[in-house]
């Protein structure tokens, strides 16, 4: 017999608990049990005893051998993108009308737990100037798309505070000001509507701003708030160092004019979709959120470079954030440069060595 290989173990209150993850399902195990799963481990042939057909009815020893899939990613991987697949559901059995009405009750039942959605940091708030739709009159959406592209070596020309307003506005802010459809039927609207859609309309992303070089801001840290359109201070400083150490040592944060981190709240998202599944959602949320500031910041002009590369852990303490519920998730980078997505310390290199192709 084979010992399933889609499972992982865990202690929980002094017991020892199996994960299926492929089929979606868990089992406290006592030690004999869980010792013989380490002997099958082992070895494909023992002599049987009565747990081994428990464990197999179980799904935790399999008769035959499961196939080898290509899997270029540790177990850990491995573990959520199976674990998240495949989700039991008789949703897909329901005809429209029963499918609705599941739904409604459902956000019925969980209406009176939702978290409040409004992030508010302590501090400062700085009004931000009106954003200036004539900044965008003319630009044709075509040529923006052709025109988005990674830079990674800025000039450190400051750019006007009333750019990153309407940049702010137009891509993480109430750009529709009211989310007409919800009012309309007398709906609760939790959220803000924004440019680009969210996993339920829930919107986790918070932006966290650090000005470098902006005109009319002194630099340092500040959270923006989505609802209002303005910033809170989180404290004033010169970080453009930190930015790059935080940043796993990536020279191309030199000379940008200001930087997004884009953070998550679980918290929302865990009140409507509790499985694990969503963990997907925050990730694209976060990629809707940044393609969406990267097209608008080229359609201001701009230069545009991000990353997912940093020091977790250390970014959060930066942004003085104290829940668990928040984690960082990416970083974006905005300012004047030379467009070229190659930083001329690896040109150089490149031009020296000519072995590198």
Same mark, same amino acid.
């Given at each position: ?193 924004? /440019?680009?859609? *969210?996993?339920?309309? !829930? ?11 902006? &005109?009319? $801001? =002194? ?105 668990? /519920?928040?984690? *960082?998730?990416?970083? !974006? ?11 001329? &310390?690896? $040109? =150089? ?9």
């Amino acid at each position: 017999m084979y010992v399933n290989p889609h499972i992982f173990f865990f202690l929980k209150d002094g017991e020892i608990v199996v994960w299926d993850y492929k089929n979606h399902q868990q089992f406290v195990l006592e030690k004999a049990y869980f010792e013989r799963l380490v002997d099958w481990s082992q070895k494909e042939n023992l002599d049987p005893i009565a747990i081994d057909q428990e464990l197999a009815e179980g799904e935790l020893l399999h008769l035959q051998p499961s196939p080898k899939k290509e899997w270029g990613w540790d177990i850990l991987a491995q573990i959520y993108h199976i674990g998240t697949r495949d989700i039991a559901t008789n949703l897909g059995e329901l005809d429209p009308q029963q499918w609705s009405k599941e739904y409604l009750e459902y956000c019925q039942g969980i209406s009176k737990e939702a978290p409040e959605f409004h992030t508010q940091r302590e501090g400062q708030k700085i009004d931000l100037p009106p954003p200036n739709f004539a900044l965008l009159e003319n630009q044709n959406f075509l040529e923006v798309m052709k025109a988005r592209k990674t830079c990674r070596s800025f000039s450190g020309k400051s750019v006007p505070l009333e750019y990153v307003s309407t940049l702010l506005y137009l891509s993480l802010g109430p750009l529709h000001e009211t989310w007409q459809d919800l009012e309309d039927n007398d709906l609760m609207a939790l959220g803000v509507r924004k /440019a680009f859609p *969210s996993g339920g309309g !829930i919107h986790p992303e918070e932006a966290y701003i650090v000005a470098f070089n902006v &005109e009319g $801001l =002194k630099p340092g840290l500040y959270h923006y708030d989505d609802k209002n359109h303005h910033l809170t201070l989180i404290r004033n400083g010169e970080f453009e160092q930190q930015i790059i150490e935080l940043l796993l040592g990536q020279f191309f944060a030199k000379g940008l004019a200001c930087g997004i981190f884009l953070t998550s709240r679980f918290d929302k998202i865990w009140w409507k979709y509790p499985h694990s599944r969503a963990y997907r959602v925050a990730l694209l949320d976060i990629g809707h959120a940044s393609q969406t500031v990267l097209l608008t910041a080229t359609a201001l002009g701009l230069q545009t470079w991000l990353t997912g590369a940093f020091y977790d852990s250390k970014v959060e303490e930066f942004l003085e954030i104290k829940s668990s /519920a928040e984690s *960082s998730m990416f970083f !974006i980078g905005i300012g004047y440069g030379d467009n070229q997505s190659i930083p001329p &310390e690896i $040109l =150089k290199i490149l031009q020296e060595d000519s072995s590198i192709t």
